[in-house]
């Protein structure tokens, strides 16, 4: 498996639009694990979140890929990420951000895929209000926390 090939593969179903393209990359059981979105698991609800959530709220994507690393399981890469806003309070606003990627895979398909940004800045460049942006932050926070809790971070 040529891992860049994937990544090359990934980003062009992401701006291509086309669910079916980016879902077909993963296991049946597949999950996008989305920074902003959550979680989708299946192909339906991957090519959903794609074409309703992703397509549905912004256009001209561009997604970059570089320094990749792969261990012929999993493969990690950052990534400068951009896209315009078609939602009525952010029409037309440019936002551009930089992260990183993770990919878990399975006889050649994508079975976990997670990612890390900061999504304060994304948001920030939309104009959210002060309010907005906390009730956002508020709710990925709440993720983050969900995630590790009974652990040695939060034995509360």
Known sequence: MNFQTLLNDFTAAIESGVGSRLADMFCDDGVYHDGFYGPFQGHDAIADMLEQHFHGHAKDFKWRMKDPVFDGDTGYARYVFSYT???????????????MSRFALQDGKIKDYDEIFDAGIGLAQLGFDDARLGKVLGKFAGRVRGKHRGTPHLLD
């Open 85 to 99: 806003s078609t939602m009525p309070d952010a029409e037309g606003k440019r936002v551009v951000f930089e992260g």
